[in-house]
């Protein structure tokens, strides 16, 4: 863990398993609707002045697809965005908990399909991306190196 540990800026669950972070941004939203675009925006933040305008669009797709998931299927009252950079060598890895216990699933419908493109977004883009159980729900996480989005 870098100096100083993970930076807290909101109630936080689980510690990352990633010590190699060195660090994260932890954000906590309700779920609600409106909390996507927090959420999108909240990312956008943090990388405006980091990242090409097309590297952190398709950053921010990606956060916007599992925000709405997390809305739509966490059943708890809200869920964490945790962002973690630096020390990874460029990767950038982001992950959503809610409260939920059920898999994302991806499904085999291709994105023409009015459906079931969320994953299918992050699973274009993403350099790797996957789910992890918690005592409490789970955690859908991916990882980019934002060179492989420009
Ligand atoms: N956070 C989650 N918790 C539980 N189940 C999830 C979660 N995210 C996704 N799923 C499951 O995986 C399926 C596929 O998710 P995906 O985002 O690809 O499509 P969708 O949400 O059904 O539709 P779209 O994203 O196109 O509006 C969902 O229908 C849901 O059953
Ligand atoms: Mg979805």
Do not use: C
């Not at 990874?88 to 085999?108: A, H, K, N």
């Amino acid at each position: 863990m870098g100096i100083g540990g993970p930076r807290r800026e909101a109630v936080a669950g689980t510690e990352t398993d990633r010590p190699e972070v060195g660090l994260w941004r932890v954000k906590a939203f309700p779920a609600e609707a409106a909390s996507v675009r927090a959420a999108r925006r909240y990312v956008q933040g943090l990388f405006a002045h980091e990242l090409p305008s097309e590297v952190l669009a398709s950053l921010v797709l990606m956060v916007s697809e599992l925000a709405t998931n997390a809305v739509q299927y966490g059943e708890g009252a809200g869920f964490e965005l945790r962002v973690g950079s630096e020390h990874l060598d460029g990767l950038v890895r982001i992950e959503i908990q809610d409260m939920s216990p059920r898999s994302p699933s991806l499904q085999d419908r291709g994105l023409g399909d009015g459906r079931g493109r969320g994953l299918r977004i992050v699973d274009h883009f993403a350099d790797r991306w996957g789910w992890e159980p918690r005592s409490s729900g789970k955690v859908t996480w991916f990882e980019v190196t934002p060179s492989s989005l420009g």
